[in-house]
Structures are given as structure tokens and as C-alpha cells.
């Protein structure tokens, strides 16, 4: 298995988790702890060792009448697969096909590669910039294109970003 294939099937089995983190507790993975607008969680796969992720929902959904399933942003880190902070998006309906999704945080842009409902950073270098940006910033705007043509702007709070991530850190050494 390539690495960027082992890293895609690592994060989509953290975002699974996630999902089900957001709305309620998952089995198996344990509140780290509540910071403003994002939960730090951590969990563990018998496979593959600990697994911590911080998420949160957004703050605004525009437009605001569009249907969709819940709406993450997701930073997770596995440390036995020397995976840290990898962020993905899940954003609620199918993208477009072909189409990726842009985040940005104060004047920077990064382009996420979509699959189903699903974004990722294509670049593991892109992923240190991203989490740089957003331990100094207060908001963070996700633009996707559902597969029926709707254009999505989700906009999170990043206040408790750094403590989230810290306590993520700590949690998964």
C-alpha cells in the first residue's frame, strides 16, 4: 500500500470515528477534552495503535437552506503510522466529481482533493502550513461544490484550536 493511500485509508477510518464523536461518544474513544469551538478526542485500533483527532462543526453554513448531513473539519494524528495533524473536511453531501474544495485561513488558500464526501490535503508539506495558519487565526471558510452543482461556504471558529491540538498532542504520545 502506497502512503498516500495508507494515509487516506487512516484518516477515512478517523473521520468515521469522528463523525460519530460529534454527535455522540463513539465507542471506543474517549473526550479529551472541550476547547471553545472544537472537542479533542482519542481513540484506539487494535491494528493500528492510538488515534487522536480534534473536530469541530461549523459556525455559519451558507447557503443555509441547502441539505446536508453533518459538516466536520478534522485534524488527526496516528502517531504508530507517523501520521500528525492531518486535516480533512467532511462536508455533508457528495462533491462534485473532479472538483476539489478550498480552505482558507486570513490571505491563504489550500486546495483539498475530494472523494464522495470527503477532502484532504494532497501534500504532506501543505498540512504543516495549514496548521501553522490556523493556530494563529480566528476563523477558517470551507468552499465545496455538491454534485448537483451547489456551491458551499461553511465558516469555523478557530477559537481553542491550539489548546485542542495541544491536548491531542499530549494525549497520543
Known amino acids: 500500500m502506497t502512503p498516500t493511500l495508507r494515509r487516506t485509508l487512516f484518516t ?12 455522540a461518544q463513539p465507542a471506543g474513544s474517549t ?5 471553545d469551538a472544537w472537542e479533542t478526542y482519542k481513540g484506539n ?6 488515534v487522536c483527532y480534534v473536530v469541530s462543526q461549523p459556525q455559519t ?12 473539519f478534522l485534524i488527526t494524528s496516528w502517531p504508530g503510522q507517523k501520521v500528525a495533524n492531518e486535516p ?3 462536508i455533508g453531501y457528495a462533491f462534485k ?10 490571505s491563504d488558500k489550500f486546495q483539498f482533493f475530494t472523494k ?3 477532502a484532504w490535503l494532497a501534500a504532506r508539506e501543505e498540512e504543516q502550513k495549514l496548521i501553522t495558519a490556523i493556530r494563529s ?17 461553511d465558516t469555523y471558529s478557530l477559537k481553542g484550536i491550539s489548546a485542542a491540538l495541544d491536548k491531542a498532542a499530549e494525549g497520543c504520545k
Open 97 to 106: 466529481g473532479g472538483s476539489e474544495a478550498t480552505v482558507q485561513v486570513g
Open 45 to 50: 485500533d487494535s491494528g493500528r495503535g492510538a
Open 31 to 35: 473526550l479529551l477534552g472541550n476547547f
Open 61 to 72: 453554513k451558507e447557503p443555509a437552506t441547502a441539505k446536508r448531513d453533518a459538516v466536520y
Open 116 to 118: 464522495d464526501d470527503g
Open 88 to 90: 480533512s473536511i467532511i
Open 12 to 23: 477515512v477510518i478517523g473521520i468515521a470515528i469522528a463523525c460519530g464523536a460529534a454527535a
Open 137 to 153: 487565526a480566528a476563523e477558517l471558510t470551507v468552499k465545496g461544490m455538491s454534485k448537483r452543482g451547489t456551491l458551499t461556504t
